[in-house]
């Protein structure tokens, strides 16, 4: 019984096109990086899931720089940005990582090395 539901999950994967194979990974790896909050709001951006990329988050923090800034007031103050996780894309040409994400090391999702 384990068998054919794991045989249904894959056929059910392939058909949504969430193929191992066709997925590579980056570790994203960000420590207390200060980023003006443009910058910060276009690296989260970049993270946004498409049905080329998904994130999976392992840790995130945002914290202002100084203890007279607020996080939520509109102002260009920096922030520190630390995140954590896993960058999920296509490989197959249709869709790539966005540039400027920090790679720690790159291998696809099947286990080999890209």
Do not use: C, Y
């Not at 980056?26 to 276009?42: G, I, K, P």
């Amino acid at each position: 019984e384990l068998e054919e539901t794991a045989r249904r999950l894959l056929q059910l994967a392939e058909a949504q096109g969430v193929v191992p194979r066709q997925w590579a990974k980056r570790f994203v790896d960000l420590r207390q990086t200060q980023l003006s909050r443009d910058e910060a709001n276009r690296f989260f951006a970049s993270l946004a899931r498409t049905d080329g990329r998904l994130f999976h988050v392992e840790a995130l923090d945002v914290a202002v720089t100084g203890k007279d800034m607020d996080l939520f007031s509109f102002s260009n103050a920096p922030v520190s940005l630390s995140v954590r996780g896993t960058l999920l894309f296509r490989a197959d040409g249709e869709e790539r990582a966005q540039e400027g994400i920090p790679v720690q090391e790159e291998a696809r999702a099947d286990g080999e090395e890209s």
